[in-house]
């Protein structure tokens, strides 16, 4: 049997926008998902994962795509009878990366498995092409920081497959709150509905992704001078572009708002949005304890994590 891991990740600034050649900056958690991948006579998937309501089914078809276009990756049969069994400490929410993290894990299980070998480089490629069935065009940040875990400044190179990544380290790790809205958000239509906005009104849209840029730039520069302030800032100025965007909701925009009243430094969606999670920057304890039990107390499953953690 092989057996294989990916972390989960939160997207402290940047996404979406990523997918266009802004930069963006991530950061992998502290769950992650495991897969054990078995030779067999017929595809056989058994997700034991914890998920929000609806993310099996909603993702069942793009997950046999996604392992079919790994394999052929891999240069193997698209079809190759396997047992995968997927699990681990990750919930399957919307915009913790779950889809990336588990092609990690069955894109190393399978190497595993097949004797095969992989290195990380090879299955960071294999796992990207297994995002592509769940986000149609996939910047890539997900499945980098699924492999590699940390904290990372990525940059897509839309020209060739050769994205800049850099990992970035803090003074310390930094705690966050993650609140999940419940809802399953389709990352594909997500990503689509963005590139056709941004064509068809390119006076609306071009503006916004400049300020992204520009907002990319100067958080990673106070992430690094530890100036937490600003980050915060810097993150709800995120939050206000992707509602310009068209990529927010109700409930995202209710938990961002509950963040920030107890004392979060600054609170975003965070992934492809449209439903899913958000993150806030609550450093210290206490406020992200608040935090914590606020969202407990109005009935939101959360994940209170740190951000830079090295495993
Ligand atoms: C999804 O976690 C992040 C997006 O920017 C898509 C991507 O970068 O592949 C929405």
């Not at 803090?170 to 906005?197: C, D, F, Q, W, Y």
């Not at 206000?240 to 509950?258: C, P, T």
Request: charged letters at 25%; aromatic letters at 6%.
């Amino acid at each position: 049997m092989g057996k294989g891991s990916g972390y989960g990740k939160v997207i402290m600034l940047g996404e979406h926008f990523v997918v266009h050649g802004v930069p963006g900056v991530v950061s992998a958690i502290d769950a992650s998902t495991d897969a054990e991948v078995k030779k067999s006579t017929k595809l056989n998937i058994r997700d034991e994962r914890k998920t929000s309501k609806g993310y099996g089914e909603e993702k069942r078809l793009q997950q046999i795509e996604s392992i079919e276009r790994m394999l052929t990756a891999m240069q193997l049969e698209p079809n190759l009878p396997l047992d995968i069994w997927i699990g681990g400490s990750l919930p399957g929410f919307s915009g913790l990366g779950a889809s990336a993290a588990s092609s990690v894990a069955i894109a190393r299980a399978i190497s595993e498995e097949l004797g095969l070998n992989l290195p990380n480089e090879k299955i960071n490629a294999v796992a990207y092409e297994g995002e592509k069935a769940y986000a149609g065009n996939p910047s890539g940040i997900d499945n980098t920081a699924a492999t590699y875990g940390g904290l990372m400044w990525f940059k897509k190179n839309t020209t060739n497959n050769q994205d800049f990544v850099e990992k970035l380290y803090l003074k310390r790790p930094v705690e966050i709150v993650i609140g999940s809205t419940g809802k399953t958000a389709n990352t594909k239509l997500m990503v689509e509905g963005v590139a056709e906005r941004k064509k068809k009104n390119p006076q609306k849209y071009e503006p916004l992704f400049k300020q992204a840029e520009n907002l990319v730039v100067a958080g990673r520069k106070a992430l690094e001078d530890g100036d937490l302030k600003k980050v915060g800032a810097l993150m709800n100025e995120n939050h206000h572009i992707l509602q310009e965007l068209g990529v927010s909701s109700k409930e995202l925009d209710l938990l961002v708002d509950m963040a920030r009243k107890q004392g979060a430094f600054g609170a975003k969606l965070t992934g492809g949005g449209g439903g899913g999670c958000m993150v806030a920057l609550t450093p210290g304890k206490e406020v992200q304890g608040k935090v914590a039990s606020a969202f407990k107390t109005a009935g939101y499953e959360f994940l209170a994590t740190k951000i830079s953690v090295q495993f």
